[in-house]
Structure formats: C-alpha cells, structure tokens
C-alpha cells in the first residue's frame, strides 16, 4: 500500500505502467493493449485480468474517485461489457497523476485510497463520499492545531493516509460530518445517496 496515498500496490503498479507507456505526457492516450502488455511486465498480471482492473479504476460506479481515464467502451452498469483492449485507450486520470505525483512526493500526501476503499477489489473497507473525507480531514487538521497552541508544540501535523490508526481517525471525523451520507446500494456497485437510486 503506498504510504502518501492509500491505494494499494496493483494500483500504483498499473498507474506506473501508465506514465511510462505515455511516456509521462499527461494527455496523451494509449491502446490498452500496450498498457495490459506494460501491467503484465511489470507486475506480471495477465492481460485478461489486468484489463479488468484498468477498466474498474476507470469506472465512476466503481471507485469514487476514478485514477484512470479510458477512451472508448469501458461498459456502463446497464452493460458491464466492455469494448476489447484493442479497441479502447487509457492514461492516468487528472486524480492517478495527483496520485503518483503525492508517491514521488511531488505532492503532499492525498487519501484517494481512503476514498476508494477496497470493496471493489474483494477488500473490507467500503468507498467513502470524498467531500466528506476532506470535511473530516480539515476537522482532525483544525484540532491538531488547536491541540498544539495550547501544548506550544510544533504546529506542523503529518497524516499517512495508510496507517490503520489515520484511518479510524477518519472514521470518527466522517460519521460526524455535516454533509449527505453517501452509501452503497445493497447487492449493486453503484452509489446511492441516502439509500436511493
């Protein structure tokens, strides 16, 4: 999992794959093809497989928070079937390039692995509505320096977005945040608010 962004390692494997076969231009396209191919050099994920995970990282109904950008058919909910990788271009998305950039530590760190959660990929922890995240972020930032005025302690505050203790700190903040509560449809991947379609 990378420690100034939360997304885990297939993730930030495919990313990279990504910028390199771009070759780090940031509006330049290319044909899945090339990219599964780059995905299973670098990391050995088959192209089958790869290609599912590239297009799940591009899908809005999917992650909140999309690190890919695909041109052409990556399906839709009514019609899960995608268009083959020959026929499809990818390139990191405006949020992947924040992504690698907060990994090269260009960027401060960003919770975009807190955001996404790991449900889409058989993980535990559930997609978070991102404007609620950041409310809970500034709210655990605003206490820290009022905690450290009154301590006189140093006034800067350092989160990692991968460490289980950030995350229950996120936890506490985001049940408590003011904005509509986001959740996921029972037995759908698409994101309902308030419990409806």
């Known amino acids: 999992m990378g420690d100034r962004t939360g997304c885990g390692l297939t993730e930030l494997a495919i990313l990279e794959a990504l910028s390199a076969a771009t070759g780090g231009r940031p509006r330049a396209h290319v044909v899945c093809t090339k990219a599964v191919a780059a995905i299973e050099e670098r990391i050995g994920l088959g192209p089958r497989y790869g290609y599912e995970v590239l297009l799940d990282l591009a899908r809005p109904w999917i992650v909140p928070v999309p690190t890919v950008s695909v041109v052409g058919n990556k399906g839709d909910r009514d019609f899960p079937e995608a268009s083959g990788p020959e026929y499809t271009e990818c390139r990191p998305s405006h949020a992947g390039q924040i992504v690698l950039d907060a990994e090269a530590r260009r960027l401060a760190p960003v919770p975009v692995g807190v955001i996404n959660g790991t449900t889409?990929?058989?993980g535990?922890?559930?997609p978070l509505e991102p404007l609620r995240v950041l409310a809970a972020l500034r709210g655990l930032l605003e206490?820290?320096?009022r905690s450290s005025a009154t301590?006189?302690?140093?006034?800067?505050v350092s989160f990692t977005a991968g460490r289980p203790s950030f995350r229950s700190a996120i936890a506490a903040r985001y049940a408590s945040s003011p904005l509509p509560l986001y959740a996921m449809h029972p037995g759908s991947a698409a994101r309902t608010r308030c419990g409806t379609r």
């Open 120 to 122: 889409y990929r058989g």
């Open 124 to 126: 535990m922890q559930p």
């Open 143 to 145: 206490a820290a320096a």
């Open 151 to 156: 301590a006189r302690a140093p006034s800067a």
